[in-house]
């Protein structure tokens, strides 16, 4: 999902101020610091890269397979996918 942010500039009488904000929501979920310093790149004229220096070290999340109350499985340790087939689903069978 994107967030729309307008291109603002302020002229002054020798020169020009361009600002671009981006919505805190953003910031917060990149977790920037106040007074952080970024590098524009200009990758294209539709794209322009933001890049971090001195970013944050990543932390790696591990998701964990939820297995339900019911399932057939629950407590086992993952395996190999049953080779267990339905009738006609095998290529030779015929209806």
Same mark, same amino acid.
């Given at each position: ?20 904000? =981006? ?8 977790? =920037? ?63």
């Amino acid at each position: 999902m994107g967030y729309p942010t307008k291109v603002q500039l302020i002229d002054r009488k020798q020169s020009q101020q361009w600002y671009i904000n =981006f919505p805190a929501a953003v910031a917060q979920a990149m977790e =920037f610091n106040k007074g952080e310093v970024v590098e524009w790149l200009i990758e294209d004229k539709e794209n322009l890269v933001l890049h971090r220096p001195n970013a944050p070290a990543r932390q790696i999340k591990k998701k964990l397979i939820a297995s339900t109350k019911n399932s057939k499985n629950s407590g086992k340790k993952p395996g190999l996918p049953s080779r267990k087939r339905e009738p006609g689903s095998e290529p030779n069978d015929s209806p």
